[in-house]
């Protein structure tokens, strides 16, 4: 199984700022996501981040809005850029080895006054 | 395209009573499907999942869920329900063929369990 951390747990912030989520994993995977659930909706996947590589987004979803950093096999983040009120969602991480099972970060609760 | 469907927004059950939550997948080839539950405030957490072999899986807290190919469901049931198993509940496609990661959420289904 993986454990996963996902800093800061909850955040508001003023429309027009960013917000870096940082994902921690406590061991070595190739591939982790990011995904957005917004309030009372579903999860929708946002981008798939490797190591080394760029992030390969989903549709509707844009690196100049959503840039993703892998710096490593252990760590990603997600930026969330010049925020409005529509983007105020939970943002979570997950990593899936396989075929086993994904698992899930606490998530990031961030709401944009 | 994959998608996955939840029919059910809200359910209210008592508890002792039985559930059955449904889900109907759109997936071209085998499927991997998961159930997901998610308490207020929490992360998902990984109830059972079907990769292949038996249709019927056992998973956590007395879930369990039934594949059939056939009506391209993926019911989850438990035959008494608890008052700690109010919450929401999330049923998943496997998107990528080769990494569990890459899912295709439904809409999630509310229980509420009364008293």
């Known amino acids: 199984s993986a454990v996963i951390s996902q800093k800061p747990s909850r955040d508001i912030c003023q429309r027009g700022t960013s917000l870096t989520i940082q994902c921690q994993v406590d061991?070595?995977?190739?591939?982790m996501f990011w995904y957005r659930q917004q309030p009372g909706q579903s999860l929708t996947l946002i981008a798939t981040?490797?190591?080394?590589?760029?992030?390969?987004?989903e549709s509707g979803f844009v690196i100049d809005k959503f840039p993703i950093s892998r710096p490593n096999l252990t760590f990603s983040t997600l930026t969330v850029s010049n925020m409005s009120p529509e983007d105020s969602s939970i943002y979570l991480c997950?990593?899936?080895?396989?075929?086993?099972?994904?698992?899930f970060g606490q998530g990031t609760r961030l709401t944009v006054v | 395209a994959q998608s996955v469907t939840q029919p059910d927004i809200h359910i209210t059950v008592s508890e002792g009573a039985s559930l059955e939550l449904r889900c109907n997948y759109s997936?071209?080839?085998?499927?991997?499907l998961f159930w997901y539950v998610q308490s207020p405030g929490q992360g998902l957490q990984l109830l059972l999942k079907?990769?292949?072999?038996?249709?019927l899986v056992q998973g956590i807290k007395g879930f369990e869920a039934e594949f059939k190919r056939s009506q391209s469901s993926f019911n989850l049931r438990k035959p008494s329900v608890h008052w700690s198993d109010a919450a929401e509940y999330f049923c998943?496609?496997?998107?990528?063929?080769?990494?569990?990661?890459?899912?295709?959420f439904g809409q999630g289904t509310t229980l509420q369990v009364k008293p």
């Open positions: 997950s990593v899936g080895e396989g075929w086993t099972e994904a698992f």
């Open positions: 079907y990769f292949s072999g038996d249709t």
């Open positions: 998943a496609v496997g998107a990528s063929s080769s990494n569990t990661g890459k899912l295709i």
């Open positions: 997936y071209g080839a085998t499927p991997y």
């Open positions: 981040a490797n190591q080394g590589s760029e992030a390969t987004y």
């Open positions: 061991s070595q995977v190739t591939m």
